[in-house]
């Protein structure tokens, strides 16, 4: 056949531009490197390359300032959402926004995740939750499930002794600050098209001032979970879902209007 | 006819986690036993016909390894 | 030249809207609540920003994004409450970034009492966060000096990319005087190289603490001394009070620089030769001042209300070379003129031993003053 074949083909995907040229440090299958090129490709669908912020948080996230091709800030464990506060309230025309992990979010961060939440900061935070603490390697998460073994519950999470999890969704969904607040998955190719579709909306929410939004992400670790990716998208799949409901937990009206 | 795609991985990036194996409705992808890449990771190849460009690996893909290309519709019949 | 009667805590926080800064983060705590309540205030009739954080904690890393920004921000607290912001202050000074902090000190340790003291001296000139940095230390004793060291503060903290702490007490926080304020300075336009603002135009900036490189923190700690290096050539402040011909001094920050200076007077007044030293900036330390004293200072009483914090700083430039004594009144509680005056005397009258140290030397004396009464 004499056909050049590339001259005849339709480019169907290719790496967000906003996604750096660099190999991540992210364990083969972490959907870490997913949500991070779903942030990059609504920021190149949005186009607002130029206006963003990131602020980075400390655990397995904190690189992805490496990762995204636009301003960053480093903030300490769990303060990400007050940096990102400061910032924003300094500079208001900018998409600002943090990343942060279980620990970070739930655990050391939560005063401020939440009171960010209930001042209806005009920002975004983005939720990995893989149900562990993964850079110090494994230990026990607020959003550990009951019976799971880590390196700090290694018979497996004791409620009587070790508490239950925490469910963030459902809690920021009764801030009267909270805008926007949905958990998604990154599971599968169905659940990572709706995770950017949120992405989305959780940006129009900063864009069109309409108060704080949030995404929580359901993650997998196949490293600290003790299994290859695959099995670790089974794991989710059959035991962090029921636990942690895929939904919209509050969705402000305007946003209703929006298509996506 | 059924479109005609094919995909690029960039093995630079890939960490053969074969979610993309696993993901291919037309399960034409397989992790490379011939060869590996820089950091010792067998790479996602297209071992088979059949590739329909429909992206799905690319979007369960980390690593942003992937590209896909899919032919213009009409592009097969054109004769040479 | 209009003088305006003003509260220490409200004439730090106009000043330092004169001085064009742009957000304030905070949370109350006594002795310093106005300053925060005054900013509430002023900060959205002039369009710029405030938030009462969740905490001190919080309060400290909205600095830390804003300051991220290159914009003029500050936050302000008291002993409690800086504890709680160690951690930010860490990060703030290894990111390398401007920032303006009012301490206003009050009795501790632990929570204390909302009463004035001096106590937090090591904590703020020594650096009370984790790893090898320096911040500039402005104490002021006056109203006026608040006013004046606030507006000098966001000027060196820009030109060093430093923190400078304002260390106050509840006593300079709550007190009105006459002060002059300073014309009302507009905002800032132009932005360091360095500033995160959003990559318009240009490639994109991060600004970090974290090197996982060793070599990389290192050459930044590096960079850290250097520039600690000029503001030690540079930016030495202190006052001086009858000095020339002394043959007795006494030193003191603060409130209780201030105390002394009026002891020192009752003193000349009675005809003794003694001087005061104040420093102005505890980091850096008028080192030389101390260093150099005359050989005709025949004795130094050092006046805190601490146990013996800038003693020490005091001490080692003076390489015991001057024979020594220590008086202080802690937790709260303030020293009057004529219990400085009382321990002129007693140096005077002398003779002031040269072994042991002036701190245990008072301990014992005010053990023995304690179980008397």
């Known amino acids: 056949m004499a056909i050049n074949e590339l001259e005849m083909d339709t480019l169907v995907y290719q790496r967000p531009e906003a996604l750096a040229d660099i190999p991540t440090h992210y364990c083969p299958g972490c959907t870490h490197g997913v949500a991070n090129r779903l942030i990059a490709e609504v920021i190149d669908e949005m186009g607002i390359r130029e206006k963003a912020i990131g602020v980075a948080s400390v655990g397995c996230s904190v690189f992805t300032y490496n990762y995204l091709d636009i301003d960053f800030v480093q903030g300490a464990h769990g303060r990400a959402p007050a940096m990102a506060t400061g910032v924003k309230r300094v500079l208001p025309e900018r998409v600002v926004f943090t990343y942060q992990g279980d620990g970070d979010l739930a655990s050391i961060g939560t005063a401020e995740i939440v009171h960010a939440a209930t001042r209806g900061e005009n920002i975004t935070v983005f939720f990995v939750n893989n149900g562990n603490y993964a850079m110090t390697g494994g230990q026990m998460a607020p959003t550990s499930l009951p019976g799971q073994k880590t390196t700090s519950s290694p018979n497996g999470r004791d409620v009587e002794t070790q508490g239950y999890p925490v469910r963030v969704s459902e809690m920021f969904a009764t801030i009267d600050g909270a805008s926007y607040i949905v958990r998604r998955s990154l599971h599968d190719a169905k659940s990572i098209r709706q995770a950017k579709k949120a992405i989305r909306m959780a940006f129009e929410t900063q864009v069109r001032g309409l108060g704080f939004s949030m995404v929580e992400l359901l993650s997998i670790c196949p490293t600290n979970w003790g299994m290859k990716p695959l099995d670790a998208v089974s794991w989710l799949e059959e035991k962090m879902i029921p636990y942690y409901p895929l939904g919209d937990y509050k969705v402000h009206p305007a946003l209703a209007e929006i298509k996506l | ?80 | ?373």
């Open chain 3, 1 to 373: 030249m209009s003088l305006e009667l003003m509260k220490g805590n409200e004439a730090v926080a106009e000043a330092a809207v004169r001085a064009g800064v742009v957000a304030y983060f905070g949370y109350p705590i006594t002795p310093q609540t106005e300053l925060l309540e005054y900013m509430a205030r002023r900060m959205p009739e002039l369009g710029r920003a405030f938030v009462q954080a969740e905490s001190e904690l919080g309060a400290i890393n909205m600095v830390y994004g804003a300051a991220c920004t290159g914009h003029r921000v500050m936050s302000s607290s008291s002993s409690p409450g800086v504890s709680l912001m160690m951690e930010g202050i860490s990060y703030i000074a290894a990111t390398e970034i401007p920032m303006v902090l009012v301490d206003v000190m009050r009795g501790g340790p632990g929570l204390g009492d909302i009463a004035p003291a001096q106590g937090d001296y090591y904590q703020i000139v020594k650096g009370g966060g984790h790893g090898d940095y320096r911040t500039i230390v402005l104490a002021p004793a006056s109203v006026q000096e608040s006013v004046d060291m606030t507006v000098l503060a966001f000027d060196l903290a820009e030109k060093y990319r430093c923190i400078v702490f304002v260390l106050s007490d509840g006593s300079i926080g709550q007190m009105m005087e006459p002060c002059e304020l300073p014309p009302m300075q507009p905002l800032k336009t132009s932005f360091p190289d360095w500033a995160v603002n959003g990559a318009e135009g240009r490639e994109k900036r991060v600004l970090t603490s974290i090197n996982l490189d060793p070599q990389g923190q290192e050459d930044m700690n590096f960079r850290l001394l250097e520039r600690w290096q000029e503001v030690e050539a540079n930016e030495v402040r202190y006052k001086e009070y009858f000095m020339e011909d002394a043959e007795y001094v006494v030193a003191g920050f603060g409130s209780s620089g201030r105390i002394a200076l009026s002891a020192v007077r009752a003193a000349r007044a009675e005809g003794i030769k003694v001087g005061l030293i104040r420093p102005i900036t505890l980091s850096p330390f008028p080192k030389q001042v101390f260093a150099n004293l005359p050989d005709r200072i025949k004795g130094m009483l050092v006046v805190e209300m601490n146990a013996g914090q800038m003693l020490e700083d005091i001490l080692v430039n003076t390489q015991s070379r001057i024979p020594t004594e220590f008086f202080a009144r802690l937790a709260g509680i303030v020293p009057y003129p004529d219990e400085v005056l009382n321990e002129i005397h007693r140096m005077v009258e002398g003779p002031i031993p040269t072994e042991g140290h002036p701190r245990d030397r008072w301990l014992k004396r005010a053990l023995a003053e304690r179980s008397r009464s």
């Open chain 2, 1 to 80: 006819m059924p479109l005609k795609g094919r995909i690029d991985v960039n093995e630079k990036y890939c960490k053969g986690c074969e979610l993309c194996v696993s993901s291919c409705p037309q399960e034409v992808l397989a992790l490379a036993t011939d060869h590996i890449n820089a950091k010792g990771y067998h790479p996602a190849v297209m071992v088979a016909e059949g590739c329909t460009g429909c992206g799905i690996c690319s979007i369960v893909c980390p690593e942003a390894a992937i590209t896909v290309f899919r032919e213009k519709s009409g592009a097969s019949r054109i004769p040479a």
